[in-house]
């Protein structure tokens, strides 16, 4: 089992903290994220439909970065789903390969694209979750897509 595969599962049983589920309640007045409560559970299974949609989103902002998304296929949609499953759940797509804390003002920064994964892609060749890749770099383990 890859380690995103592993931190993928790790983020699925301890949603935060403390391992309780939580979602993200909304100000309606100024549709701004305010608290989490976890008596309120969003669906935290995510769609096709929304799996599409954010691979079709990860896909455009790779391209218009000069990037590309990871070639390992199955690492890649690990990784997809995490971000769809965050979604689903907390109504952000928080970095499925960090842990949240709870605060909505810290939590911001692990919204992907995160405030890290410029950094790391220049100086890694690819973000922590390893999502987006400089073109010039080739994951050890060989392509699938």
């Known amino acids: 089992m890859s380690s995103i595969t592993t931190m993928f599962q790790l983020n699925l049983k301890h949603p935060n903290t403390t391992g309780t589920p939580v979602t993200m309640q909304k100000d309606r007045k100024k549709n701004s994220a305010t608290h989490y409560d976890a008596a309120d559970p969003v669906s935290q299974v995510p769609t096709d439909e929304l799996i599409e949609k954010i691979t079709a989103w990860a896909h455009r902002y790779a391209e218009k970065n000069g990037w590309v998304l990871n070639p390992d296929g199955k690492e890649r949609e690990t990784i997809l789903h995490g971000l769809a499953s965050n979604r689903a759940q907390f109504g952000v797509q928080y970095c499925p390969c960090r842990l949240r804390s ?12 995160c405030i890290y994964h410029r950094d790391e892609i220049a100086n890694d060749g690819h973000c922590h979750c390893r999502l987006f890749f400089r ?8 392509v699938s897509k």
Do not use: N, R
Request: glycine share 4%; charged share 40%.
């Open 102 to 113: 709870g605060d909505l003002e810290k939590d911001k920064t692990i919204i992907c694209p």
């Open 135 to 142: 073109k010039d770099i080739t994951p050890a383990h060989e």
